[in-house]
């Protein structure tokens, strides 16, 4: 999947030796990181401010279910991902870096 943390651009550089481009990379990717959580959190103020409710992340591949013995919040498997990587569609990915 194209959200493989070993794909990451930093790294690569990294690994070849280019230290000063890796750690250019790494602030662009971290920059890119704290900009996705400020755009939740202002989505989470202005659907409280509005009197909705506000999902926030939700995963691709999981969804988040009570499990009836234990009463936990668990992540239970909904499919999709073998499909994608069979095809190699990830167009529903986020783009991560």
Same mark, same amino acid.
């Given at each position: 999947?194209?959200?493989?943390?070993?794909?990451?651009?930093?790294?690569?550089?990294?690994?070849?030796?280019?230290?000063?481009?890796?750690?250019?990379?790494?602030?662009?990717? /971290?920059? !890119?990181?704290? %900009? $996705?959580?400020?755009?939740?959190?202002?989505?989470?103020?202005?659907?409280?401010? =509005?009197? +909705? *409710?506000?999902?926030?992340?939700?995963?691709?591949?999981? /969804?988040? !279910?009570?499990? %009836? $013995?234990?009463?936990?919040?668990?992540?239970?498997?909904?499919?999709?991902?073998? =499909?994608? +990587? *069979?095809?190699?569609?990830?167009?529903?990915?986020?783009?991560?870096?």
């Amino acid at each position: 999947a194209p959200t493989d943390s070993r794909l990451r651009p930093d790294q690569r550089l990294m690994e070849s030796g280019r230290w000063d481009e890796a750690n250019v990379e790494k602030q662009r990717l /971290e920059e !890119k990181q704290r %900009a $996705v959580r400020r755009r939740r959190e202002a989505e989470a103020v202005e659907a409280l401010e =509005e009197g +909705k *409710d506000y999902e926030g992340y939700i995963p691709l591949w999981f /969804e988040r !279910k009570v499990d %009836a $013995v234990t009463g936990e919040l668990i992540c239970v498997y909904k499919g999709g991902y073998w =499909e994608a +990587k *069979d095809k190699q569609d990830w167009s529903v990915c986020p783009d991560i870096f």
